[in-house]
């Protein structure tokens, strides 16, 4: 007799939510509309009331943590924060200068570790239940933060986290272009992932075995979702994008596309939040 194969789960994620009002919209409506169905949120994004408000509206729509630690701005005043941050309360916009210095300066490690509380207080202050937690630019697999963020997040009582592996294997048979990129980050991120898997199995963390929209790189569309859709592999898997109603157009219009939802149905996927891991 055969053996049924394993089923397959499927996290849809919107990063970067309450970065603007444009993405605050499209997540409201590739979560009513599509098949998106969690959101990792910004706490120090320039929208993030108007993202706090549309998840509220949105009960089923699992909203995690975007943790900032470059490239946007500190939850910390900036006198506090003061090798993080300069004076306009600004991260650093280098991530590679950003992730050298933040692993080479012990000195830094106390207000990375300040920075980070504070991001989980004022979303501990938004009352929504917190789903999940990753980073922005997938900073929190940097190993100084990933150290400082675990601990933060089981203090918090959430053990769940992105462990970012985008399998290049199947990347190369979907996508074409951006050899450097997907080639450089594949093995980052693979070696990263390596590492943290079993610090994550030994404090409990639940996590999917693959992420898919790394190698992608903002080119997450309908063409590539009805190309990965059908090869996801068994188990649980997480597709992230980054959904707007103006830079990333075509990523909300993959979600909410009618053919997209076709081939969800018919690969048999089910659609769950990381809190249903």
């Known amino acids: 007799m055969a053996i049924p194969e394993r089923r397959r789960r499927l996290i849809v994620n919107a ?14 409506r590739a979560h009513a509309e599509g098949i998106l169905t969690t959101a990792s949120l910004m706490v120090t994004g320039a929208a993030c009331s108007g993202a706090v408000e549309v998840a509220r509206a949105n009960p089923r729509l699992g909203v995690g943590l975007h943790l900032v630690l470059v490239c946007g701005r500190a939850a ?38 300040q920075e980070i509380a504070g991001q989980f207080d004022r979303f501990a202050e938004t009352g929504l239940p917190l789903d999940h937690v990753n ?25 769940q986290w992105r462990l970012t592996r985008d399998p290049l294997w199947l990347n190369a048979s979907l996508a074409r272009g951006a050899w450097a990129y997907r080639l450089s980050h594949a093995v980052v991120f693979a070696l990263l992932s390596a ?6 199995s030994r404090r409990g ?3 999917t075995a693959n992420v898919f929209g790394l190698l992608q790189n903002g080119r ?6 009805l190309r990965l859709l ?5 188990g ?6 980054h959904p707007s109603l103006t830079d990333f157009h075509h990523e909300f219009e993959a979600l909410v596309s009618p053919r997209v939802r076709a081939a969800v149905a018919a690969a048999g996927l089910e659609l769950i939040r990381y809190q249903d891991l």
Do not use: M
């Open 15 to 28: 990063d970067d939510f309450g970065l603007s009002s444009a993405v605050n919209e499209a997540v409201a």
């Open 76 to 113: 910390r005043p900036p006198a506090e924060v003061p090798g993080l941050a300069d004076a306009r309360g600004e991260l650093s916009g280098s991530p590679v200068a950003a992730g050298l210095r933040y692993f080479l300066r012990r000195s830094l490690r106390e207000q990375l570790r």
């Open 135 to 159: 980073g922005h630019l997938n900073f929190h697999l940097q190993p100084t933060v990933f150290r400082l963020a675990l601990d933060a997040a089981a203090v918090r009582g959430c053990r």
């Open 195 to 200: 590492w943290a898997r079993p610090r994550l």
């Open 205 to 207: 963390f639940r996590h």
């Open 220 to 225: 997450v569309d309908e063409a590539y979702l």
């Open 230 to 234: 059908p090869r996801l592999p068994p």
């Open 236 to 241: 649980d898997s997480e597709l992230y994008s």
